[in-house]
């Protein structure tokens, strides 16, 4: 799949938290617009960002080449009034596109935050890319908190090709996670949102997850499921036989499960809990 790939200088980098960020969080920060891992899930695909554009989500990346220097700028403005700063990274795009290798975006970024450290920071990827910064992420996190969430819908390989064919694989994500664990950073591993999985799924993340985070296509999306409706995530389901899988209430089950391996504390349902704490 071609990326149509550009440059751009963005405005401003932090963004005011909204909707499901309020909780937790006071600002989101995305590198990059647009994906490249393309999830047939995803909600950004209904929000005006790609509604309004011609090219087709999973097919454009801008790469805001300006990301740190505008993270410097408006940090110190924020200090300045004595704000708390909490921020979400990503809620729009991966940090870690494949093009990060090169661009090292989020690298400048964590750099920065090095010298200008906000109160809390969470990390959300699926890519094992992540591991490359965990120099920086361990500096970071004596200056403040710092927690790597990676996104794990499943342990199933043959579902994850199903619903995000260009997304890196479950077992790479899985290696990454508790590389990153292993280095003392808070990590979670996020079930967002929540697909078939083996039984034996809670026994994949012992020992390498502080969190488990699980979230659904109906109360992660940003409209009760509405968005995901729209993507045909239903009809997908249903033609795959996987029909049991999508109800309102799946969170429900799926924290009951989960609590049989872990303790309470450790799992979290979007909506209900702050991200950090």
């Not at 899930?41 to 790609?50: A, K, L, N, T």
């Not at 090292?104 to 490359?132: A, F």
């Not at 659904?216 to 999306?221: F, Q, V």
Request: glycine letters at 6%.
């Amino acid at each position: 799949m071609g990326i149509d790939t550009k440059e751009i200088l963005a405005k401003k980098i932090l963004t005011e938290a909204k909707g499901y960020l309020d909780v937790g969080f006071t600002h989101s920060l995305n590198p990059y617009s647009g994906c490249s891992f393309s999830c047939k899930y995803c909600y950004v695909r209904e929000m005006p960002i790609q509604r309004f554009k011609q090219i087709p989500w999973g097919e454009w990346l801008d790469i805001k080449t300006n990301a740190a220097e505008n993270y410097r700028n408006e940090i110190k403005k924020l200090r300045k009034k004595k704000n708390s700063v909490n921020i979400f990274m990503s809620s729009a795009t991966d940090p870690y596109q494949p093009i990060e290798r090169k661009a090292n975006i989020t690298r400048g970024i964590l750099e920065e935050m090095s010298e200008n450290p906000p109160d809390s920071l969470q990390i959300q990827t699926r890519s094992p890319l992540v591991t490359r910064d965990i120099d920086l992420l361990v500096k970071l996190k004596e200056k403040c908190k710092v927690l790597v969430s990676m996104t794990v819908e499943t342990d199933r390989e043959d579902i994850k090709q199903l619903f995000s064919p260009y997304a890196p694989g479950i077992k790479l994500r899985l290696k990454a996670l508790k590389e990153v664990h292993e280095a003392g950073i808070f990590t979670q591993a996020s079930i967002s949102p929540v697909l078939p999985f083996t039984p034996g799924f809670p026994k994949e993340l012992d020992g390498m997850v502080d969190h488990i985070w699980i979230d659904t296509l109906t109360i992660g999306d940003g409209s009760n499921g509405k968005r995901s409706e729209r993507l045909g995530m239903p009809m997908l389901f249903k033609e795959h036989g996987l029909s049991k899988w999508y109800q309102k209430d799946i969170h429900v089950m799926v924290k009951k499960y989960f609590s049989k391996y872990f303790p309470s504390e450790m799992i979290r349902v979007s909506k209900e809990e702050a991200f950090l704490e």
